[in-house]
């Protein structure tokens, strides 16, 4: 039997990225057994569905380098990929569990459950259920007659369907990554599978779904575990195989507790993968970052291309216990990718990203200089525009921790360097030139390294820290650095 896995993501909103990792792990392990990875749009609840989620979850796949096998915009044979439009099937799946005696219409209103609650707290039962006991004595099709029931049906009356939930059962499964999962019936309400909405629960729809797509392992969040018992029982109902599941730690913030959206944007790690596309990051470091959250392939290799990964996804290394999201790491994976990344490949996204922040980049050759000699200094392709922005435009808002670096003496040290590099020739106006006359001004003066070093570079590009400052005046040119020098003589003598 052929691997069949399917994501299936609620569009309430941005794909979050505990959202991306379980569509991660979930292609890995297709790609890794040769299977079909499915997309598939779980919208049943209108109340929660918002304009664009769809969209926002595709292009995120997309971006990260996931394709979609199967999917609402390249359907296979077990369309169709959105549960809105799969509605008539969960009808004929509920009336198929009533028929056989496993599901029944209640019409129970509201009231009248809240009541039966209120009486059987006053009667000494802390936490009431609509289950096999009070069933007995509620309006639905096992205590009404069976004309009332038709008559009501008839009439359009409202109703819901539901499970008839087994009375003290242990319910088991094996989980791929928990092991023997076990969970007591006693607990639990009769599970409703059709809404008085005519919509589907997602316990019924998931099911419904997993079992007529075809899916052979269900691989989603821990948060849905508790959900897994009563899959389990309707897979038991119909008589169908359960899909094997297996349910993934939680991503855990840095400073403890399930990452949530606010404890996120406290500690600055980006929540939505919208953010990273627009955050400039690399697709592959943040893959490479997202496989190893709860999963490592057991020795101390941590680089990892998609198709290794694929090779080397396996549901056993994947941890119970949460995993912490590190963005430092993250952004040591970015760095690394960024590394790799030719200067060809980079120069026309650092152009662009350059033109948009309204910078002229001059030409392509003093562009790809500018990148030559950022790229082993950034760890995000947009830093070559930030920390090289000198490069393109000269400010005298000099950077606040530069300024500390301006001392009393450093006027007259730059001025020094300064009569120096006037002295050179445009042609000598070369890094090894540069680099002998700040040596010689450093001796001259009898001063340190730094002290003429540290105010050079901020005079000249308004920043104390960068790329190599020699190779970098000599990109900029003599005319220039010289008026950058007597611009800053100005402003900070
Ligand atoms: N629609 C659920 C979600 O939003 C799917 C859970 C599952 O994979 O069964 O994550």
Known sequence: MSVRVRFAPSPTGFLHIGGLRTALYN??????????FVLRIEDTDQTRYVEGAEEDI????????????????????????????????????????????????????????????????KSGNPSPKYDTITRQSMKNSLTLPKDEVEKRLANGNEYVVRLKVPRRETVKFEDEIRGIVSFDTAGLDDQVLLKSDGMPTYHLANVVDDHTMGITHVIRGEEWLSSAPKHILLYNA????????????LIMSPSGGKLSKRKAESEGIPVNTKDYIKGNYEPEALINFLAYLGWSPGDDSEIHTMDELC????????????????????????????????????????KGLAEEAGFDTKSDEYLRTVVELLHERVSKVDEFVSMGSFFFEYSTDYDEGALKKWKED?????????????????????AANLKSALEETV????????????????????????????PALELLGKEEVINRIDLALEKLS
């Open 238 to 249: 119909f008589g169908w195989e359960a899909p094997t599941m297996a349910h993934l730690p």
């Open 443 to 470: 001796a001259e003066n009898e001063v340190g390294f730094g002290k003429v070093m540290m105010p050079a570079r901020i005079a000249t590009t308004g920043q104390g820290f960068g790329p190599d400052l020699f």
């Open 58 to 121: 595709i292009r995120s796949l997309e971006w990260a380098g996931m394709t979609i096998d199967e999917g609402p915009n390249n359907p296979g044979e077990s369309g169709p990929y959105r549960q809105s439009e799969r509605k008539e099937m969960y009808h004929e799946y509920a009336k198929q569990l009533i028929d056989s005696g496993m599901a029944y219409y209640a019409f129970d209103t509201t009231e009248e459950i809240d009541e039966m609650r209120e009486r059987l707290k």
């Open 311 to 350: 090779e080397l996804f396996t549901l056993d290394r994947v941890s119970k216990g949460g995993a912490v999201f590190n963005h430092k790491k993250l952004m040591w994976y970015n760095e690394h990718y960024i590394r790799e990344t030719s200067v060809e490949e980079l120069l026309p996204r650092v």
């Open 410 to 430: 450093s006027p007259a040290l730059v001025a020094a360097y300064k009569a120096k590099l006037e002295s050179l020739n445009e042609d000598d106006f070369v």
């Open 27 to 36: 292609y890995l392990y297709a790609r890794h057994h040769g299977g079909t």
